[in-house]
């Protein structure tokens, strides 16, 4: 029935993805939020085909070490964004797996 509508939008973000785990709904900005591996996309939620993109892989040297502890490096060692919360009127708060070696950090959003 949805498709049928044409209110349907496909998004094809990352390819050969599906780990979008992670959202957070800004209805003060008008924003979704969604971590993905290595990546955060903020959608417009009046235009939602309008969205920006934040890139935070993991570094080489946590990758190479994730390899080394023989994981796949391909599915497992990458920064899965795990957490995505509002921490003020200008700030988020993310965390990410970090390939094992959890990382997070303040993203301004304006």
């Not at 939008?9 to 290595?38: C, M, P, Q, W």
């Not at 502890?69 to 957490?83: H, P, Q, T």
Request: glycine fraction near 6%; include cysteine.
């Amino acid at each position: 029935e949805m498709l049928e509508s044409n209110n349907i939008i496909n998004f094809n973000g990352l390819a050969n993805s599906s780990s979008y785990h992670t959202f957070l709904l800004d209805e003060e900005r008008s924003r979704l939020y969604v971590g993905a591996k290595d990546h955060i996309f903020s959608f417009n939620l009046v235009n939602i085909r309008e969205y920006q993109k934040i890139v935070w892989p993991v570094s080489h040297s946590r990758r190479d070490e994730c390899k080394w502890a023989g994981k796949d490096i391909l599915r497992e060692c990458a920064n899965f964004i795990k957490v995505l919360k509002a921490y003020n009127q200008t700030h988020l708060y993310a965390c990410g797996t970090g390939a094992f070696h959890p990382v997070c950090t303040y993203i301004e959003v304006g």
